[in-house]
């Protein structure tokens, strides 16, 4: 099996509605535990630099924070807003 992006293991907070990090299998797992779970005989991940090449733009010009962490806006933990929504 053959993935066309790297794995995701951030949520996206910019309109695509995505699990918590603890909902990600990619952001707990290696490939080859993602392999075992999925029952595939190979498990292989586009890497985020071939992703953005493929583009041929420009990568800065692409939000890529689900795939790396790296928020363009901060955001709180994710810990910190279950709490609140605890706390409400």
Same mark, same amino acid.
């Given at each position: /099996?053959? =993935?066309?992006?790297?794995? =995701? %293991?951030?949520?996206?907070? #910019?309109? =695509?509605? &995505?699990? &918590?990090?603890? +909902?990600?299998? $990619?952001? !707990?797992?290696?490939?080859? +535990? =993602? %392999?075992?779970?999925? $029952? ?10 071939? /992703?953005?090449?493929?583009?041929? !733009?420009?990568?800065? %010009? *692409?939000?890529?924070?689900? *795939? &790396?962490?790296? #928020?363009?806006? $901060? *955001? +709180?933990? +994710?810990?910190?807003? %279950?709490?609140?929504?605890?706390? !409400?």
């Amino acid at each position: /099996m053959r =993935i066309s992006s790297p794995p =995701i %293991q951030w949520p996206c907070y #910019y309109g =695509i509605d &995505t699990p &918590t990090r603890r +909902e990600l299998i $990619g952001s !707990s797992h290696k490939v080859d +535990e =993602i %392999q075992r779970y999925l $029952g595939a005989d190979s498990l292989g991940y586009l890497s985020l630099e071939g /992703m953005l090449k493929a583009t041929g !733009s420009d990568p800065n %010009q *692409f939000c890529h924070a689900c *795939f &790396t962490g790296q #928020y363009q806006v $901060g *955001f +709180e933990s +994710e810990e910190l807003a %279950q709490l609140r929504l605890f706390d !409400s």
